[in-house]
């Protein structure tokens, strides 16, 4: 994969974890932004066109099933990766229909993981 394919958009209002996930990725040579309001993440998506969104379930400005359609309107083919600390269920149940291209609970998050479904999304 091309090194300007490598671009990652991290959403989420919790900076600790929007910190920890890009310092990650671009330790693997990803362009990685990264946005905690809903102003930032539309400037940021709009700026980098990133290919993979990670995305917050649980935001207080917007929830992500409401914000998914907007990114996709944006850019239909970028691919969203749900990250939440509610439940999968909860979460399929909510996002069912919407295209989202994975989902991981971050309770449970393997970065390495994360990363193969990142590289995944990528390829595609």
Do not use: W
Not at 62 to 82: D, Y
Not at 94 to 117: D, H, I, M, P, T
Request: charged share 25%.
């Amino acid at each position: 994969m091309a090194a300007n394919d490598k671009r990652l958009l991290v959403i989420d209002d919790e900076p600790n974890f929007v910190e920890l996930v890009s310092e990650y990725f671009r330790g693997a040579g990803y362009d990685v932004r990264s946005a905690i309001t809903l102003a930032d993440a539309v400037a940021a998506f709009k700026l980098l066109k990133p290919r993979v969104v990670m995305l917050d379930f649980n935001m207080p400005m917007i929830t992500g099933e409401k914000f998914l359609p907007i990114l996709q309107n944006l850019n239909p083919s970028v691919r969203i990766i749900v990250v939440s600390g509610c439940l999968e269920e909860d979460v399929e149940s909510r996002f069912k229909g919407l295209g989202y291209y994975a989902f991981f609970e971050k309770g449970n998050l393997s970065l390495e993981n994360v990363r193969q479904k990142v590289d995944e999304a990528i390829s595609h």
